[in-house]
């Protein structure tokens, strides 16, 4: 650690402990563990956001909110219970040694996949009583996309995976064709059900692309907005709203919002707020879990 380092640690801790003092904000002292559980998960939206655009200030911002969140959960958690950050870190960095027995002991591992399904191995032995599933548990409140991505990961690092994309992607393909035969009339629970299928298989193909599902559909969802905007504004020009409008020129008009967002010069232009991580997708690295 360097000096820099160090200092803006022991900076943040003491503004976290001065806050929590009693000479300090009184909205900060009066918050328990529960009441900054919506913060957490707002903060870890937040950086999850400014990762996925690309934008390197406000990443860097969030993550240090969240690294300033953390350390004020452990604060709470060390006055509730005595466990605190010391003691905290403490843990994660020797559940992170015992881990990693191919960097800090003998073993010997291929590649990334294979230390991976190493790290599984090792935390299913850790747990006492009841044998666990290597899938684990997961909380109740992940995103499904995610939740669906983590479950097929885990199954993979034990050889449960297609050897290439072209076994997901048939896969989408025939979940495609079912949900095709059971659309008929009403919604029914078989075709909700095929529906689900189809969303496992979709998250599983990008998986073996290397491609967050979770951070793309919030990239989709953000270019959706900005072209259905574009839509009301033009309309908008000549005093009439979406719903005066018809399909065909809401369509041509959310074909014009495409080509103004790929149009050089200045204006909306390809980037991650429009759609587009600059060098393409990189390989995914198993991502690592909590206990």
């Known amino acids: 650690m360097t000096d820099a380092e160090r200092d803006a640690f022991a900076t943040l801790l003491a503004v976290c402990r001065r806050l929590r003092g009693p000479d300090g904000c009184p909205w900060d002292r009066k ?8 913060y957490l998960t707002e903060e870890a939206a937040e950086a999850v956001e400014a990762i996925g655009n690309g934008d390197k200030d406000h990443a860097a911002e969030e993550l ?14 060390g006055e ?10 403490e ?4 559940k992170l040694v015992r881990r990693h027995p191919h960097v800090y002991g003998d073993a010997k591992v291929a590649d990334g996949d294979a230390a991976y399904r190493q790290w599984q191995e090792i935390k ?27 479950l097929q990961e885990k199954a993979a690092a034990v050889g449960f995976d297609w050897p290439t994309p072209e076994g997901p992607l048939a896969k989408v393909r025939e979940e495609t064709e079912e949900v095709a035969r ?18 496992f298989a979709v998250v599983n193909l990008a998986r073996k692309l290397g491609v967050d599902p979770e951070r793309e559909l919030r990239a989709t969802m953000h270019r959706f907005r900005e072209r259905f905007v574009h839509i009301e504004q033009r309309l908008a020009e000549s005093g009439r709203s979406p719903s005066q409008s018809n399909l065909e020129e809401m369509d041509a008009l959310w074909e014009e919002a495409k080509r103004l ?6 204006g909306p232009g390809p980037g991650p ?6 060098g393409g997708y990189p390989a995914r690295t198993p991502a690592r879990e909590t206990p």
């Open 124 to 150: 299913q032995a850790e747990k006492q009583g009841v044998k666990p599933s290597l899938l684990g548990e997961q909380p109740k409140g992940l995103p499904a996309l995610t939740a669906a991505y983590r």
């Open 64 to 77: 240090g909110d969240l690294a300033f969140l953390v350390m004020f959960c452990l604060e709470l958690t």
């Open 273 to 278: 707020a429009t759609g587009g991580y600059p």
């Open 80 to 89: 509730r219970w005595g466990v605190g950050l010391a003691e905290s870190f």
């Open 91 to 94: 843990r994660a960095a020797a």
């Open 31 to 38: 918050q328990t563990l529960e009441s900054m559980t919506p």
């Open 261 to 266: 967002a790929h149009a050089p010069g200045p």
């Open 182 to 199: 059971a659309a008929g009339g009403d919604t029914t629970p078989e075709l909700a059900h095929e529906v689900g299928d189809l969303l």
